[in-house]
């Protein structure tokens, strides 16, 4: 059997500081399968980014202390020389940074980025890497890509310089396409445009893709799978569909109770309250038990492991709840059932 896409095997990323190390991914899990969408979702400041750029090797200068490992089609790519690391950067794994604007050098022509990439990979000239540049933007939806390649960044919508992100991301046709949070500073119609190129493009090229998100209901359309991320954890992960239909842990409750439901009579949205943890002392026991409406002495003592329930469904939550998932949408205090 082949080895997933991307396998993330107990990471941690401890960066120092002058209280101490901030652990902003402790113990974190995950795959993907080539060809599949892998939503990682979870609040600000969960560990998302940072996650990535390990896997990017791209947090070097902050001196961070990382253990654990990163399989790319099962090579861990923690462990290869820089200059190996940089035929992976570009050529294997794609990456659509958060902010697409400070990702984008502000006084080069976006073709000319776009073209920079390729030669910096291939051996091709000027002229053939602008072409292939534009053949980008126009794949990406952009229309008259030929002079829009032509114009800066600051001239182009939030929207178009998100698909430049996109064609500079997949130029050099990476296996993995990782997105952070591609849409979060764009309207829901052109957010709903870009998520559809970029599945349209997973199709396409069979390439796995990460999309990273605040919300469940932004991946819900694409992602095969899902994986909910508290304080540099995963709380939950399993078929998106699972997910969905059976959230498990008590944070994906209240992830889901954001989630403004259609036809609701009354779409009060439910914050999850308090906020999340600190990451430099973080609480003993379930990082979530301080906000969790569900919890027991049980869950202040042991970090709870990610458990399998069933059918690539996990969780990380003790709380001995038959049907845990029917009390979606319910987040009162447990009653005698998950006192027992
Ligand atoms: N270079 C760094 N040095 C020290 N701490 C860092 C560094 N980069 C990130 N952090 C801390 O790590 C934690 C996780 O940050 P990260 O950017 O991964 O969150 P995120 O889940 O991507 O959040 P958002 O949804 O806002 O993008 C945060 O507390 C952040 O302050
Ligand atoms: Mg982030």
Partial sequence: MSPPLLEIDDLT????????????VDGLSLSLERGQTLGVVGESGSGKTVTFLAAMRLLERSRPEIHGRILLDGVDVLTLPAREMREIRGPRIGMIFQDPLSALHPLLRVGDQIAE???A???VGRRDAWAQSVAALAQ?????ADERARQYPHQLSG??????MIAMALILEPDLLIADAPTTALDT???AQILGIIDDLRTRLGIGVVLVSH?????????????VMYAGRAVERGPCQAVFAHPSHPYTWGLLDTVPALGAERSRLVPIPGSPPSLIDPPPGCRFAPRCAYRFDACTRHLPELVERGGGHADACVLPVPGRGARRNRLEPPGEEAAA
């Fill in 13 to 24: 990323v401890h960066f120092p500081s002058a209280a101490g190390p901030v652990r902003a």
């Fill in 140 to 144: 990406v939806g952009i229309p008259n």
């Fill in 121 to 123: 990979h291939r051996d």
């Fill in 159 to 164: 929207g178009m310089r998100q698909r430049v």
């Fill in 117 to 119: 990439t390729v030669r």
């Fill in 189 to 191: 119609t052109v957010e």
């Fill in 215 to 227: 919300s469940l209901a932004t991946v819900a359309d694409v992602a095969d799978t899902v994986a």
